[in-house]
């Protein structure tokens, strides 16, 4: 019994630091350096290529037929 109890209590203990971790990271504003600035500019950067090469790919998942695919274009 007192291992159940013991098993609960560091769980509970788990699961209040992971939300306290949570809260406080929902807090931070934008960031303030110009460190920071370029790196979330550069990740917004790479999330906007990766969503446009995903469209590419629904579009055309085999690619463009090239001059050597033995397919005419009209």
Do not use: K, Y
Not at 28 to 44: C, K, V
Request: hydrophobic content about 40%; proline content about 5%.
């Amino acid at each position: 019994m007192g291992a159940l109890v013991a098993l609960m209590a560091g769980l509970g203990g788990a699961i209040a630091w992971c939300a306290v971790v949570l809260v406080r990271r929902g807090r931070r504003g934008p960031t303030e350096n110009a460190d920071g600035l370029l790196i979330e500019q550069a990740a917004r950067l790479r999330a906007q290529r990766t969503r446009t090469d995903g469209r590419a790919f629904r579009d055309h998942p085999h690619g463009e037929p090239g001059p050597g695919s033995g397919q005419l274009r009209h």
